[in-house]
């Protein structure tokens, strides 16, 4: 059970002072996800992005310009608009014994700025200062307080991530509400790993993440930050610890199958197999045949072929009477594994089901009686394959595609539904040794190094954004030839509704041009104008797709050959490889162009140049992780592991080796959890919602 003193945490956000029903609704959308709405713990673990310096400056004159600036100033002068040019703004001049500033104000509100900044009024204002014909300015202050209110104004405001309907001061206000919400914890770390890393409490420690004390401290690696990374590390460490246990108490199965669906399948493919498949695919079935449960990563770079190597090893476990899922992370690649493998399954004489949180009433009923009546041999969905409720006849084996979008602790739970499943866990992402030790220890390895053959390299060209009109040109001549287009837009902030309103805007923008020649995809949209949106440039209606980077992950129509992504400069190195992955996988020569603003940071130049001379998914890898190596701090989406909240699995290395021997001292010598520093990690345990763990706990 979970510990009482949790509770307050695990509640709804209505329970904060402040979270009304339409608020709770915009933080639903943020922070929950398909089976639950927001609750406090994910406001406490969503974390600032960044900071604003409101530290006052001494006087006017010394008020930093091109920047945030906060001072105390008298209020001078009201100019209102001239009643011949309606358009004009409202304008307030304040002034110190250093200068003035004149703060503008569009569409104002007059009576409200007459009553709050009564002439000689002192007042602390706070926004972006500017020179404008040599006449400081400030267009919509951010601030406007009464001095008596100064403390009201953190000097250092946290920046988060927003959604519509919740705007940065309420992020603020109940961010804070819920980091006062965590209560102090009995310590759970070990004594003296805490008493040599100088740790502060758990509880310290996200109150501090959510009061930064200066700039540094939001993207700095500080004792802070290491602190919540270290449980983090910990807990997937110790539901590791668990899993492995309990797979050594659980015997595997042997399955084998005769061969037969496998050669219909393979007869029906409109290619030959490559060297690499065929040997994954042997290694696969050795593994499946022997007692033991297998364990096995299928590595591949994108547009290696992983996923015709899921469907014949899904049909030698059919051969075998049993049934496999096959699980993606989006719903829109669920969707396409399900459209690509249903033909080819059905060739085979075997019947392939989708299940996805969006199957719902009869539909989803009658996918769950075949499930378990066995009628259905291959299920095909995302996770909510392993909610609660649904059950298989007899699941022997379950794979789990494009794994970096999945947590170590997704990866466990696809052992709960079969006695002894067989796990296969297929990548893109091409993991350096050093690190595939470090995480996938417990796996055995396959990977297909080879591309199937007749693809053409890919021409990368870096152009800056300038350049669109050229852009636009070369693709309207691309469609004229048959070719399609992705065309990526950025993530803007970390705000998933701006993020929307750019890719919006770019397809208004080019519909003027190409007509309804041009389709839109995003994340926000309802799930059927997603699929809609994908089968209409699957079947060539839309010859430009402009979407978000929900395409990121698996999406593979061959037709499409020209990838345009914009603000190249915005994304990972790890990210773009993955975007440029979904072209070239034709016969069709392949151009990906990607759109900077300029000028360029070292980084951002380095990982331009990288991605213009080479096309290897390892160097990329590598190359990655050099350069954040190199200082370059990336945001949580940039860095491709979003299971992480604060953990930075690619450089907390130290941190992951002791929370790994630690993990195992501690399963050792308390393999239940009952010490009291057992009940402690088991409040660690929910707090970072490592279900596996628990659940492996309380059976016992
Ligand atoms: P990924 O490894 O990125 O998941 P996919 O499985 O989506 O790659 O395969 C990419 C494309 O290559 C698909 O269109 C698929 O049909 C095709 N393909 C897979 N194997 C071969 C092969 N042996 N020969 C030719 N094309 C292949
Ligand atoms: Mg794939």
């Known amino acids: 059970m979970r510990p009482s003193l949790l509770d307050p945490l695990f509640a709804p956000v209505t329970t904060l002072s402040g979270v009304g029903p339409k608020t709770a609704k915009a933080l639903d959308k943020l922070l929950g996800d398909e089976t639950r709405g927001a609750r406090v713990i994910d406001l406490l673990f969503h974390l600032p992005t960044g900071a604003i310096d409101r530290r006052p400056s001494a006087s006017i004159a010394d008020a930093p310009i091109g920047d945030v600036a906060t001072f105390s100033a008298r209020v001078s002068e009201h100019r209102p608009a001239p009643a011949t040019k309606a358009k004009a703004p409202y304008r307030i001049v304040v002034e110190d014994e250093t200068g003035d500033v004149t703060l503008v104000f569009f569409h104002a509100d007059v009576r409200h700025l007459l009553q709050t900044m009564p002439v000689g009024a002192y007042r602390i204002i706070s926004g972006k200062l500017e020179l404008w014909d040599g006449m400081r300015q400030m267009v919509h202050p951010d601030r406007i307080l009464d001095p008596k209110l100064a403390a009201t104004m953190p000097a250092i405001e946290p920046v988060y991530g927003l959604t519509e309907g919740v705007g940065p001061r309420v992020m603020t206000r109940i961010a804070a509400a819920a980091a006062e919400r965590c209560p102090d914890l009995a310590e759970w770390q070990d004594p003296g790993f805490l008493a040599k890393s100088d740790f502060p409490s ?56 005769d061969g037969a669906l496998r050669r219909r399948i393979e007869a029906a493919l409109p290619f030959t197999l490559t060297d690499g498949q065929r040997q994954a ?71 392939l089901a989708l299940l996805t949180g969006r199957e719902k009433g009869p539909g989803r009923a009658r996918v769950l009686e075949g499930l378990a009546n066995g009628e259905i041999a291959i299920a095909v969905g995302t996770h909510a394959l ?80 300038d ?11 691309a469609i004229e030839t048959g070719a399609q287009v992705y065309w ?24 003027d041009l190409f007509g309804d020649r041009v389709g839109l995809l995003h994340g926000q949209m309802p799930g059927r104008d997603k699929d809609a949106a994908m089968a209409a440039f699957v079947a060539g209606q839309t010859r430009i797709l402009v979407s978000t980077t929900v395409i990121e992950v698996g999406v593979d129509v ?23 992955g979904r072209i070239g996988r034709g016969s069709a020569a392949s151009t990906c162009l990607l759109l900077y603003k300029g000028p360029l940071g070292p980084v951002a130049e380095a990982r331009l140049t990288i991605m213009r001379e080479t096309e290897d998914g390892f160097r990329i890898a590598e190359e990655d992780l050099r350069l954040r190596g190199e200082g370059e701090v990336l945001g949580t989406k940039q860095s491709g592991s979003p299971d992480w909240r604060l953990a930075r699995p690619e450089t907390d290395g130290d941190l992951l080796a002791a929370a790994r021997d630690d993990a195992r001292l501690l399963i050792e010598r308390d393999p239940q959890l009952e010490s009291p520093r057992g009940e402690a990690v088991r409040a660690l345990l929910y707090l970072f919602e490592r279900d596996v763990a628990i659940r492996l706990l309380r059976a016992g």
């Open 467 to 477: 350049r669109y009109d050229e852009v636009v040109g070369g693709i309207d001549r």
């Open 281 to 351: 695919l042997s290694d696969i079935h050795d593994d499946m045949e022997k007692p033991e449960r297998m364990l096995r990563l299928l590595q591949g770079d994108v547009g290696s072929g992983k996923t015709v190597v899921a469907l014949l090893a899904m049909a030698a476990a059919a051969e075998a009477g049993r049934q496999s899922v096959l699980m993606a992370p989006t719903e829109i690649l669920a969707r396409q594994h399900a459209e690509r493998l249903a033909p080819l399954a059905e060739a085979a004489g075997l019947k």
């Open 386 to 465: 392993f909610q609660e409720g649904v059950a298989f006849q007899d699941l022997a084996l379950a794979i789990v595609d494009e794994q970096h979008r999945f947590g170590v602790h997704q990866r466990l739970l696809l052992g709960s539904k079969g006695e002894a499943v067989d796990i296969l866990v297929m990548t893109a992402t091409p993991i350096p040794r050093t690190l595939s030790l470090t995480w996938f220890g417990d796996m055995d390895i396959s990977v297909l190094a080879e591309k199937p053959a007749g693809r053409k390299p890919i021409a990368t060209k870096a152009l800056s954004l």
């Open 558 to 580: 061959p037709n499409a050959s020209v990838m345009v992504i914009e603000h190249a400069e915005r994304f990972g190195l790890a990210q773009l490889h993955q975007l440029r």
């Open 488 to 511: 990526v837009c950025p993530l803007v902030q970390e705000s998933d509704t701006l993020d929307v309103a750019a890719a919006q805007e770019r397809a208004e923008a080019l519909r």
């Open 202 to 257: 758990f509880s310290t420690a996200m109150q501090a993440l959510h009061h930064p004390p200066d700039l540094k401290a939001v993207e700095g690696d500080t004792i802070v930050r290491r602190r919540v990374a270290y449980d983090e590390l910990l807990a997937s460490q110790i539901a590791l610890a668990l899993v492995r246990r309990q797979q050594k108490k659980i015997a595997g199965r042997a399955t084998a199958g």
